[in-house]
Structures are given as structure tokens and as C-alpha cells.
């Protein structure tokens, strides 16, 4: 198995073929964790303090989202995939962001960077909760009214046809996890996804390769798929890569080159029962 750095030709592993290390130029962003164990409050007094410390008028509806999902997988005459061919892959996928009472995206501002008009997203609804509390004590008349509003993956990238740019704010843990899998670095740059060969199936004709959003879900499937082998000897069959860096390789690869055959699975998910809900 190539090591989760490497760069590799294999179509059963295209997560190999996503380095951390590489820029990540793609509407989603990510800022890193500056400290691999920092507590959960000061990870997100980081980003907070940062980016809604500029908050702007919200601005498109989020039953835009509702619009653009992907329809039904047909033919194309491209060889690279189609957005709506990679947005399925991410179906059923939930992240949480802030609205105000007409359900349109409360935005920001990042100072560092420049960009306006930034949607910020949260893989975990408490994460999101810190967010709107933050939002009611800077802008009480644009929090009145505000909720935290769950959104699938499949309709956030979608909606980048909308020139709305996104800020994940990855969950702590799991970037915990990524670095202690790559030794060496202090700070993980993007959301954490990860993946293994040995879960790679084949189901009615169509070839699936896994890839998930928490360490712990792999781990779990791996516990059944390797006869109950645990600990270290599971995390040597775990590669780890950025969901931006893999989306990117998604976008700019032809089809039947194994990056078409990604599917992501909701944290707390099993990959069966993941393709049969997508299925159904």
C-alpha cells in the first residue's frame, strides 16, 4: 500500500493521489488548526474572532440549495466528471450553517484573506451553535431570528455556481486524528477524510470506493472487514487526505480512472447502509 503521502497510479486508491501538502485553490476552504490539541472552545474562538468578527447582509436563500441537487446520473459527453456527477458522490452528507428568518446564509468577511461574501460551515451542529451565539452578541439586529440550518454536502457544491465562496470548520477531533496519522506536522490545512483499500466492494455492477468523514467510522468498518483486528494494526491500513484536495482530483480526472467510483459516507454511517439509502 502506498504510504498516505505518496503519489500513486493505482485506480483502487485514488485518495493516494491527493498529498495534504498540495495548495487546495478550490471554492471551499479551510483554515488549519493552529494547535493539534487545543480545547474545542479556543478552536473556535480562533475562527470566530477571525472571520464573524465581519459579518455582511446575508445574501441567496437557502432554498437555492434545494434547486440545484444533482439529478439523476445520465450520459455526458465529457471525459472529466461533471459537477453534478461529483456533488452525487457527496449526497446525504450533513454540515450546519447559520440563516437568519428568511433562511438566506449569514455571511462573513476574512480579513486575512480578503474574501467577501463567505459562508462558513460547520461539520458539527454544536460548532454551529457557538457560531450563531457569536453572530446574536456582534449583530443582535441580524441575529434576531437566526438558526442553525442543516445543508447536504451535494447542495453546498452545487451552489458554488453562485459564486458563494464556503469556510469549513472541520471537526476538532478529527483533525486531532489526521495528525497524529501524519507525523511531523502541526497543522492540517482542510477537512480531514479518510480511507482504506481494503473496503473497496463491488455492488450490483457499480465499484465504490469509501471514503469517510470520522476516523472512528473507518475504524469500525475495518474492525468487521479484517476479522476483528484493532488498534494499531487498523491504522496502518488508514490513509488520510483533505476533502478539497480530493474533490479537486475529482473535478480533473476522466471518468473510469477509479476517482468516479468515490463515495462519501455520513459520519455515524456504514457503507451499506449508505448505498442502500442513496439507492433507494
Request: aromatic share 6%; with cysteine.
Amino acid at each position: 500500500m502506498a504510504p498516505p503521502d505518496s503519489i500513486s497510479t493505482c485506480s483502487s486508491l485514488p485518495l493516494a493521489a491527493a498529498p495534504m501538502s498540495e495548495p487546495t485553490p478550490f471554492p471551499f476552504a479551510a483554515s488549519p488548526l493552529p494547535n493539534p490539541l487545543v480545547a474545542t472552545a479556543s478552536f473556535l474562538q480562533h475562527h470566530l474572532s477571525r472571520l464573524a468578527s465581519h459579518l455582511n447582509v446575508p445574501r441567496p436563500a437557502l432554498a437555492a440549495a434545494a434547486a440545484r441537487t444533482p439529478g439523476p446520473q445520465g450520459a455526458s459527453l465529457s471525459l472529466s466528471l461533471a459537477p453534478d456527477e461529483v456533488a452525487r458522490a457527496l449526497t446525504g452528507t450533513p454540515v450546519f450553517t447559520v440563516c437568519n428568518s428568511s433562511n438566506e446564509f449569514v455571511l462573513v468577511s476574512d480579513p486575512a484573506t480578503g474574501l467577501r461574501s463567505l459562508g462558513l460551515l460547520c461539520f458539527r451542529s454544536e460548532d454551529t451553535d457557538a457560531l450563531l451565539s457569536h453572530v446574536r452578541t456582534r449583530q443582535p439586529v441580524l441575529g434576531k431570528g437566526a438558526k442553525v440550518v442543516p445543508i447536504t454536502l451535494d447542495q453546498v457544491y452545487m451552489l458554488k455556481a453562485e459564486g458563494i465562496a464556503f469556510r469549513f470548520l472541520p471537526d476538532p477531533l478529527q483533525i486531532k486524528n489526521a495528525l497524529e496519522m501524519k507525523s511531523g506536522l502541526t497543522a492540517f490545512d482542510g477537512v480531514p477524510v479518510f480511507q482504506s483499500d481494503l473496503l473497496v466492494v463491488k455492488k450490483q455492477k457499480k465499484r465504490y470506493c469509501p471514503v469517510y468523514f470520522q476516523k472512528e467510522d473507518i475504524e469500525r468498518e475495518l474492525t468487521r472487514a479484517s476479522k476483528g483486528s484493532r488498534g494499531s494494526a487498523l491504522s496502518k491500513k488508514i490513509m488520510v487526505g483533505s476533502l478539497e484536495d480530493v474533490l479537486k482530483k475529482m473535478e480533473i480526472n476522466e471518468r473510469d480512472s477509479g476517482w468516479d467510483d468515490l463515495i462519501f459516507i455520513p459520519p455515524g454511517k456504514s457503507l451499506n447502509q449508505h448505498i442502500n439509502e442513496v439507492s433507494a
